[in-house]
């Protein structure tokens, strides 16, 4: 059974940071490419960034020169840094591999 969970979202001021993390199980996690995406409510899922096995990753125009996709191998975990945060950037994340999602995890960029 495939189970990713993500934590490391909260309330956040704009310009800050955040670092995500999801820690995957029922997976060979050094095979797996893994994504993030993001959903505001009333739009469609967009994909924010992502991590092959080998470690070649992509990333939304939308979130380049600002945030960092991520992994440890040895702890099955992706990480997504999250800098210079914008009040667009407001949204639920999602861990993503192999078609399983996780739970997700809520941002709020708000003064």
């Known amino acids: 059974q495939v189970r990713l969970v993500e934590s490391g979202g909260g309330l956040v001021q704009p310009g800050g940071s955040l670092r995500l993390s999801c820690v995957a199980s029922g997976i060979i996690f050094r095979l797996s490419g893994l994504g993030w995406y993001r959903q505001v409510p009333g739009k469609q899922r967009e994909l924010v960034a992502t991590?092959?096995?080998?470690?070649?990753?992509n990333y939304a125009d939308s979130v380049k020169g600002r945030f960092t996709i991520s992994r440890d191998n040895a702890k099955s975990t992706v990480y997504l840094q999250m800098n210079s945060l914008k009040s667009e950037d407001t949204a639920a994340y999602y861990c993503v591999s192999g078609g399983n999602w996780g739970q997700g995890t809520r941002v709020t960029v708000s003064s």
């Open positions: 991590i092959s096995s080998t470690g070649i990753t």
